[in-house]
C-alpha cells in the first residue's frame, strides 16, 4: 500500500495508524506493532519538522508485505540533509531549540532489521526499512 | 425522527476518544493476562480473538490511550 | 490524504481504521465514526468484490477534511457499473450466489450528507461522499 498526506503534526498519528493496522496482517506481538509505530512516528516528524519546517509540502509513505517481513519507505520532498553519517550520529540535532533528542535515527535503526537513508539536498529525503515479524508460530504469508 | 435522531446524538455525545480509551484499557490487561498465560507476548490475532474484535481495530483503540483527541478534552475532561 | 492498496479482502479492515485515524482529527462522536467506518467497509467491499471480483487491481481512497466535513474518495478501475438506477436499489444484488445483502448503496447514502456515484463500463467506479462532523463542541478545524 502507498499513502501521501500533508506535512502536518496532526497526521503523525494516522500514519501510524494506517501502518500498523496495514502490518496486523502479519499477526505480530503488540511488542512489534509498538516498533514499528515508533519508526513510522520518528520518520515521520523528522520529514515534518526538518525536511519542510515552515514549508507545506506532503509525506509519501509505501508498505509492502513480503514473506514475514515488511518494507516501509518514507520519503518527503524537503530540504534534504547534507552530512548523512553526521546525522545519524546519536545525539545529534540541527534543531537543538525545538527540544529535540537527536535519538531519533538511532530509535529507527534499533527496531528494524535493515535501515538505509538516501538524500540530496534541496531535493528531499528517503528512508528505507525492513523489518522481520519474528512471530513464535508463524503467520500466514499475504504477498501485498 | 431525523431531528430527534439529531438531538439524542448531540445531547448524548460519546467522545471516540473516552470510549476507545476504555478499549484500550482492556486491550492492555487482556495483553498482560495472555502473557503471564502464554509466557511469551501474545501475537495481535489472540489478543484480538480474546476480546471479539477484529486485529486492526485493537490498532486504532491502542492509539487512543496515546494522547488526548483534542484540546478540548485535555481541559474539560 | 490519499492512499492505494491492493483489491484484497485483507485490506477492508487496514482502510477502515486508517480513514478512521484520519478522521478522529475532528473528534468526532462514536457515532460519527462508526458510521464513516462502515461506509468505508461497504464501498471497499464494493471495490472488491464487484469491481474486480477474481482480477487483482487497486484500489484508490481519498479523504480531506474540510472545514467540519469530511470528503471522502473511493475508486477502483475495475469493470464499472452499467445501470446505475438499478444498483442503487435496495435489495439489488448482481451476487445473490456470494449471500450478498444488496443493502450496500443505501447503507452508505443512509450514513452520508451527500453521495454521487460515476462509474463507466470497463473503467471503473467511483464514489464520492461528503459528510458533516456535528459535534457540539467542534474540535481544532485543520484544512488538510
Ligand atoms: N527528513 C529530514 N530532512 C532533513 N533533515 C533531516 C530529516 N530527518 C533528519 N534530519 C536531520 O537529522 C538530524 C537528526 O535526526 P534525529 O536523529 O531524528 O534527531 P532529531 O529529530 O531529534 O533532531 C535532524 O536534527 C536533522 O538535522
Ligand atoms: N465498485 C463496483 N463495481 C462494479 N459494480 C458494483 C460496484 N459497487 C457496486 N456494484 C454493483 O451494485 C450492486 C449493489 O451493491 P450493494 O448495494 O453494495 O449490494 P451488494 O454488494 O450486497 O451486492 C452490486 O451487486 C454490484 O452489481
Ligand atoms: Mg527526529
Ligand atoms: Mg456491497
Redesign the interface.
Same mark, same amino acid.
Given at each position: 500500500m502507498s499513502m501521501t498526506f500533508s506535512a502536518l503534526s496532526e497526521n503523525e498519528?494516522f500514519a501510524?495508524?494506517a501502518v500498523?493496522?496495514f502490518v496486523?496482517?502479519l499477526?505480530?506481538?503488540?511488542?512489534e506493532?509498538t516498533e514499528i509505530k515508533t519508526v513510522v512516528s520518528e520518520a515521520v516528524t523528522n520529514c515534518i519538522i526538518h525536511g519542510y519546517g515552515e514549508i507545506e509540502g506532503d509525506i509519501y509513505l509505501q508498505c509492502k508485505i513480503l514473506g514475514d517481513s515488511i518494507e516501509l519507505v518514507v520519503e518527503d520532498h524537503g530540504i534534504g540533509i547534507d552530512d548523512l553519517d553526521l546525522v545519524r550520529q546519536p545525539l545529534y540535532t540541527s534543531r537543538p531549540e525545538l527540544e529535540r533528542s537527536g535519538m531519533g535515527f538511532t530509535i529507527m535503526e534499533s527496531f528494524v532489521d535493515e535501515f538505509a537513508v538516501e538524500s540530496v539536498v534541496g531535493k528531499g529525503t528517503k528512508l528505507r526499512f525492513k523489518k522481520r515479524i519474528r512471530?513464535?508460530q508463524s503467520?500466514t504469508h499475504h504477498e501485498v | 425522527i431525523g431531528e430527534i435522531q439529531?438531538f439524542l @446524538?448531540?445531547d448524548n455525545?460519546?467522545? =471516540?476518544?473516552r470510549?476507545?480509551k476504555e478499549l484500550a484499557r482492556h486491550i492492555r490487561r487482556k495483553?498482560d493476562d495472555l502473557a503471564k498465560e502464554l509466557g @511469551?507476548?501474545?501475537?495481535?490475532?489472540e =489478543?484480538a480473538e480474546a476480546l471479539g474484535i477484529?486485529?486492526?481495530?485493537?490498532?486504532?483503540a491502542?492509539?487512543a490511550m496515546?494522547?488526548p483527541?483534542?484540546?478540548?478534552?485535555t481541559v474539560f475532561e
Open positions: 498519528a501510524r495508524v500498523a493496522a496486523a496482517q499477526n505480530p506481538t503488540l511488542e506493532l512471530t513464535p503467520a | 439529531r @446524538r448531540d455525545t460519546v467522545k =471516540v476518544s470510549s476507545l495483553r @511469551r507476548q501474545p501475537q495481535i490475532n =489478543v477484529e486485529p486492526a481495530e485493537v490498532v486504532l491502542q492509539e496515546r494522547v483527541a483534542s484540546i478540548h478534552e
